[in-house]
């Protein structure tokens, strides 16, 4: 039998998600246990190889880690090999710990039909490779010809040693820029983790053992369609509705009725002490802190439900044609306490290792007040560090920069109307 629900408030149910996410009050994440720590509770954060002003899941671990560098995150990968370049929501970043679980996926590539002959066919000739080395690039391979490939033609070279990694032969043994260099899976992982069974003995158990994984990620979520799902298995309508349920009869995950919404929204049932917390508390606890969010954030993994919350509509339009951008290229949420008060579009000249703000929108409504714009600019100059780069504090340009906003005297910020 299913637990009475929780019953909160928008601001509670934002407080409680900020919380769990590491994202208001002092930091609670730092160094290189830090990293681990965020990600051993969130699962995995999503990699995107663009790097505009950082690479996506460093942009997810420098907004809750004060300390982070971009090195920690690739020692952690490619030294330590306490973390993985895998398979989750899409192309992540996970445990180590979690390898056995993602058997599955593993499995399904060594039986993909994508040029599985051609591929096998070669598998020989990469092994061999490996014989003497610790690592090759598809260069380093005397195969000769292309395939069509998810992204257009590549290198039968290329395409080969993806599958042997997708289907955990290999491993990403290091990158340089966005060459990856690829080693055996067995001598880049221990033994014992390579060797441990899978935890989860059905199907059922690993769809379930998913779904609690993305609730967690995230930390509130609903029994809709959502992108929060991504690569969980069949994860439609009736399996949905049986998943969510079992997990509910189970005591794994516990219901709660936030105002406004329709939908029960579930936290795991490991999360009852912290949601009880906020429940009790009154205010935000902690300094009020401005973040600048990556844009596959796992805070923003469901964005209709951060639309319901927070009142914000985000889209990545890095994809989207320029003529059809509502915002840019590469841009930011920016938090502001428990609100989204904005985003913003950076660029790093990676030459004069500079820092420049190229645009910002700030949102419609009550401007966040007087401590925001130093408490931004602070960001800024911070952010700039973890780039390797340098900020100058200057008027931050608006929502268009050939035509400045008519102001009698310039504001530091679009933020802040100007002083008369």
Not at 277 to 288: H, I, S, Y
């Amino acid at each position: 039998m299913s637990p009475d629900p929780f019953s909160l408030t928008n601001g509670q149910a934002r407080a409680f998600l900020l919380r769990k996410q590491g994202l208001s009050g002092a930091p609670r994440f730092h160094g290189p246990d830090g990293v681990r720590a965020f990600i051993r509770q969130a699962g995995c954060i999503q990699f995107d190889p663009i790097d505009v002003c950082g690479k996506n899941a460093e942009l997810v671990l420098q907004s809750r880690i004060p300390d982070f560098t971009k090195g920690m995150l690739d020692r952690l990968l490619y030294q330590d090999r306490w973390l993985v370049d895998g398979f989750d929501k899409n192309l992540s970043i996970y445990g180590i710990e979690d390898w056995p679980a993602f058997a599955r996926f593993r499995h399904r590539y060594g039986f993909h039909d994508w040029h599985r002959e051609r591929i096998d066919a070669v598998e020989a000739v990469v092994r061999a490779a490996l014989e003497h080395k610790d690592f090759v690039t598809a260069r380093d391979l005397p195969i000769q010809g292309t395939v069509d490939w998810g992204w257009g033609p590549t290198s039968l070279a290329r395409a080969a040693l993806e599958t042997f990694y997708f289907r955990g032969d290999l491993a990403i043994h290091h990158k340089k820029g966005s060459i990856k260099y690829y080693g055996l899976a067995a001598r880049c992982f221990d033994p014992a983790a390579l060797a441990a069974p899978d935890p989860n003995p059905t199907e059922d158990d690993f769809v379930k053992w998913l779904v609690l994984r993305r609730i967690g990620s995230v930390g509130l979520l609903w029994n809709r369609p959502s992108d929060a799902w991504l690569m969980v298995p069949g994860f439609k309508g009736a399996r949905r509705d049986a998943v969510f349920a079992a997990l509910a009869e189970e005591g794994r995950i516990l219901p709660c009725r936030v105002e406004g919404i329709e939908d029960p929204l579930y936290v795991q049932a490991t999360d009852e002490l912290l949601l009880r917390e906020v429940l009790a508390q009154d205010g935000e606890p902690g300094p009020t802190r401005v973040e600048l969010l990556a844009p596959l954030d796992n805070l923003l993994w469901d964005r209709r439900l951060v639309l319901a919350l927070f009142g914000f509509d985000y889209k990545w339009e890095i994809y989207t044609p320029v003529a059809a951008r509502k915002h840019g290229y590469y841009v930011l949420p920016v938090l502001y306490g428990t609100r989204l008060v904005g985003r913003i579009e950076l660029a790093v000249d990676k030459e004069a290792k500079r820092l420049s703000v190229v645009r910002c929108w700030p949102e419609s409504g009550d401007a966040p007040g007087p401590d925001f714009e130093a408490a931004l600019h602070e960001r800024l100059a911070r952010f700039a560090r973890f780039n390797g780069a340098t900020y100058r504090k200057k008027r931050i340009p608006g929502p268009t920069k050939s035509k400045p906003l008519p102001r009698a005297r310039p504001p530091i910020s679009p933020w802040r109307p100007a002083r008369p």
